[in-house]
């Protein structure tokens, strides 16, 4: 066997292999299983959005008190 004829067997496999994999995803369901929506209802996600926008909002301040003050240390030469 040569080596072209090799690497042209070695395509054809990668070739089925792929294609095996691709008709194998395509027979799995997609659909949402019954009973469930598909997505929580807007407005629980719009105040779920909120909630973590307020979260994130006191975290930056937080963090913000926190870089003033060792700000005002290291001004001051009291910070190592």
Do not use: H
């Amino acid at each position: 066997m040569t080596r072209e004829t090799f690497s042209w067997g070695l395509v054809a496999a990668g070739m089925c292999l792929a294609a095996g994999m691709f008709g194998y995803a395509q027979a799995l369901p997609a659909q949402q299983p019954a009973g469930q929506p598909p997505f929580a209802s807007s407005i629980d996600q719009r105040n779920e959005q909120i909630r973590t926008q307020q979260q994130t909002n006191e975290l930056l301040r937080e963090q913000n008190k926190i870089l003033r003050e060792q700000l005002e240390l290291m001004r001051g030469g009291k910070a190592k």
